[in-house]
């Protein structure tokens, strides 16, 4: 995930498209092996501590960061990726309205994605 967020789009598009299959592996392999919740005391808990803002100094009343179910954090993820995709598969075309059918498609039907070939 890093990697994609490095590599520049349009000069690399097929490195990002790589990069973009192995986030969607690791994502599967991932959710295919589900870690145990960390225990209370345990430091990995501490990293997601709701009330992390007490810690800091600060004026402003403490806001609790509650942290989304896994399945949650994990779909937002893959709509993060199927974003990726359709940036870099369109950042690879000069036609005009190949941009225009996309953003047609996703205003008025938001389950469509563009697939590899769909131009």
């Not at 598009?13 to 973009?20: H, R, V």
């Not at 997601?48 to 993820?77: G, N, W």
């Amino acid at each position: 995930m890093l990697q994609l967020l490095i590599t520049p789009i349009p000069a690399q598009s097929s490195q990002a498209l790589d990069f973009i299959k192995k986030a969607r592996g690791n994502i599967t392999s991932i959710l295919a092996h589900p870690a145990t919740a960390p225990t209370p005391g345990s430091p990995a808990s501490r990293v997601f501590d709701p009330y992390i803002s007490r810690r800091f100094p600060t004026f402003i009343p403490i806001r609790v960061i509650e942290v989304p179910p896994m399945e949650q954090t994990f779909q937002m993820i893959r709509r993060m990726l199927d974003g990726f995709e359709e940036m870099t598969r369109l950042s690879a075309t000069s036609e005009v309205w190949n941009w225009e059918v996309s953003a047609v498609c996703r205003r008025h039907f938001t389950f469509l994605t563009i697939q590899e070939g769909d131009w």
